[in-house]
């Protein structure tokens, strides 16, 4: 028997949709003709069509869009909310119009729209974020208001003592471009030691890797972050402490004007922020470079030692070197403009709103190798082994995150802890790991018992149900002793309550039914309709599956009827792909987004599991009626037959939702043939 998912090393090829010249949607609403070009194109129409009734409305459009996490002032699809607002938000737009008004940014759309993107589940991943920033506000505010406790702003800079306390911010970028901000995100604070990774990246693009660390190590100091000491070769230990930036800084266009190399600075900060324009506070400058006794200490130490490169050749151009480092730290921002550059380092020197490419993938790897080690003043190691995250803090009370591959992270609370990060950043951070795997060793053995929201959430609470499935029923005993190893649970169910056990049996692998019950998987797990393994044994007669089970204690369910012989002509069609899977799981849970999502990306709606049950089988059971009028609308089959000739109808009356065995009769679904158990 066929099932949902290959697990053979290939994804099954599956048939591509062609669409016929001419649709006509079966809905309730009365049939409605849409002239169809694009295959791609109208995949993605039809899954905002929810009624099928030939239209789709601006404001379903735009919330299919956000909900994605895409901004509508976002470049990337300027053209399309541009041709949207024409529309008013009630009014139908048609297939023709939905087309013409696509196409100018379609590939983003397309993505979107089918849950492509690096987060698939971007709503249900922010309701996270949200709860883990409530958390952390109530956790901090509850300890004693105290350096310890709560933390004190920064006061050794006086403009930086002045900032609000309570200010709590955190904005996210994905390496797509989805976004969300919590609190105090639109709040301008100063980079302050932030900007160091940035300056070594702009080092190193200009000087290449041998010429920067031949004036700056890459280990980490043990010492404080303004230590006066250098590394055994008379450099500064990392670019991420004050000997080190200021050393970075002297790298970055050494003979220009003063004015040129810090504009120069400004430009490079745009960029990577996606076109937004960075601030300034000279008056910040001002209060830090009249407080800078041991950062001018260190400048003279280091010309002592003869560490400087060349160019830095005179007294004046040191303290200019100096004040350009100042300068740098007083760049303003917000903590979205910062999370949008922490994801531009996440993706590799791209940034994802714009799409530019700012710095080489290989200047990116090297700064984000150093910021894991080093980023985070002396609590760094501790950092690393407890976040497991390239990051990089700021006496303002920022803290800049980048999670590789995925997203850039920024929090901002000026309130900082004994050594100089902020603390509800740290809490925020530790929160978001332990609910996350994103700890950089997470997924080290492939398993992690946490979140993992860069995998489709529907899809990842069937996955292994589905392998450890697919490896009963087709005998591949080997597969389920290396899940074994790994930890995995060898009986959970699936929708129906049907588990490996039952496969196996169904299916007469008795050397799998055998090693189950070895690993002392219970021997009568009930599934939705009372079967229990036995059952499905005694049903297919395999003789020799029923001896071992009723060896150990193997029982017969309470089930009352089965069908007799399943008529090929009325069975669904079986389908192997994980979007069937993924679709019948979103059923049973009445998750019509992610229906819409698979939808667009191609996926016929009427295919079945290895019980041939299908996507309307799974709602009518489940008492989805908004699920089962979608289907309806969308002219999914009304009676297809399961593995017992059992019908959707079947299912709404045996578990009692009336309402929807109603809503399925009054459009002619009709019951299975049933006969009883045989013994």
Partial sequence: MSTAINHGGQKPKRKKERPPAKERPQSSGGATLIEVGDAREFRLFRALDLNRNGSISRRDFEEALTREGLSLDDFRITECVASLAEHGMSDSISYEEFSRIARPNILLIERALQGNMVLPDFEDFCTDIRRLYKETVDHVGSLPDTLEGQGAVADYIPQLARVDPHYFGVSLCTIDGQRYSMGDTDV??????????????????????????????????????????????????????????????????PKADHADRFDYVLKQWSR????????????????????????????????????????????????KTLEFYFQCCSIELNAENMATVAATLANGGVCPTSGEKIFSTETVQNCLSLMYSCGMYDYSGEWAFSIGLPAKSGVAGALMIVIPNVMGICTWSPRLDPVGNSRRGIEFCRRLVKTFNFHNYDNLTGQSSKKDPRLNRILAEAENVQELI???SKGDVGAIQRLATRGIELNPPDYDQRTPLHLAAAEGQDRVVKLLLDYG???????????????????????????????????????????????????????????????????????????????????????????????????????????????????????????????????????????????????????????????
């Fill in 188 to 253: 301008d604070f100063c980079v302050q030691s932030t900007c160091k990774p940035i300056n070594y990246c702009l080092a190193l693009e200009e000087r290449g890797l041998d010429k920067v660390h031949h004036h700056i190590g890459r280990e980490p100091s043990g010492r404080g972050f303004n230590e006066l000491a250098l590394y055994k070769d008379q450099k500064p230990h990392n670019p991420m402490i004050n000997a080190g930036a200021i050393m970075a800084c002297s790298l970055i266009r």
């Fill in 272 to 319: 990577l922020m996606g076109g937004e324009k960075p601030r300034y506070n000279n008056a910040v400058y001002l209060s830090e470079r009249a407080t800078a006794d041991r950062n001018f200490a260190l400048g003279y130490y280091m010309r002592e030692k003869r560490a400087f490169p060349e160019e830095i050749d005179t007294e004046s151009r040191m303290v």
């Fill in 470 to 472: 697919w490896a009963a």
């Fill in 521 to 679: 998987i219970p021997p009568n797990p009930r599934d939705r309709w009372g079967g229990t393994p036995l059952d499905d044994a005694y049903i297919q007669g395999h003789t020799n599956v029923i001896k071992l089970l009723e060896a150990r204690d193997g029982e017969r369910g309470d089930v009352q009827s089965y069908a007799s012989e399943v008529d090929p002509a009325g069975a669904a069609p079986m389908v192997e792909t994980d979007m069937v899977v993924e679709l019948i799981w979103a059923a049973s849970k009445g998750d019509i987004r992610a229906i819409q999502q698979l939808v667009a990306r191609g996926i016929a709606l009427d295919g079945a599991d290895y019980d041939l049950r299908t996507p309307m089988h799974l709602a009518a059971a489940e008492g989805q009626r908004l699920v089962v009028q979608y289907f309806i609308d969308q002219g999914v089959g009304l009676s297809p037959r399961d593995r017992w000739g059992g019908t959707p109808l079947d299912d709404a009356i045996r578990h009692g939702h009336h309402d929807v065995a109603r809503l399925l009769e009054k459009h002619g679904a009709v019951t299975g043939k049933k006969i009883h158990v045989p013994t």
